[in-house]
Nanobody, 121 residues
Framework: QVQLVESGGGSAQAGGSLRLSCATG?????MGWFRQAPGKEREGVAA????????HYADSVKGRFTISQDNAKNTVYLQMNSLKPEDTAMYYC?????????????????WGKGTLVTISS
């Protein structure tokens, strides 16, 4: 059973930064970050393929968020800069097989419990 554990959520002001971490337990494949704001559907934020390091981003976070991995630590990170109030959401780490072709947005098999991010204006 794959267990994903997120950490690093919290509160920040608009324009600030936060870094989320996901302990992956050594899972290899497509790792992603998703978020869900109250009253909204869950959306894919970013993904990384652990094999080659290719990355994918939602248009809403391009240039502000960076997904990365540290295979030695079995951890995937989401560095979030220039935060906006609309980034407020529960953020989830997820794992699947493939990232390519947009499949990361819909094909994740395992999910963490989430970490809350709150951005104030």
């Amino acid at each position: 059973q794959v267990q994903l554990v997120e950490s690093g959520g919290g509160s920040a002001q608009a324009g600030g930064s936060l870094r989320l971490s996901c302990a992956t337990g050594g899972y290899r494949g497509c790792m992603g970050w998703f978020r869900q704001a109250p009253g909204k559907e869950r959306e894919g934020v970013a993904a990384i393929y652990t094999g080659g390091g290719s990355t994918h981003y939602a248009d809403s976070v391009k240039g502000r968020f960076t997904i990365s991995q540290d295979n030695a630590k079995n951890t995937v990170y989401l560095q979030m800069n220039s935060l906006k109030p609309e980034d407020t959401a529960m953020y989830y780490c997820a794992a699947g097989t493939y990232c390519s072709g947009g499949s990361w947005r819909y094909g994740m098999d395992y999910w963490g419990k989430g970490t809350l991010v709150t951005i104030s204006s």
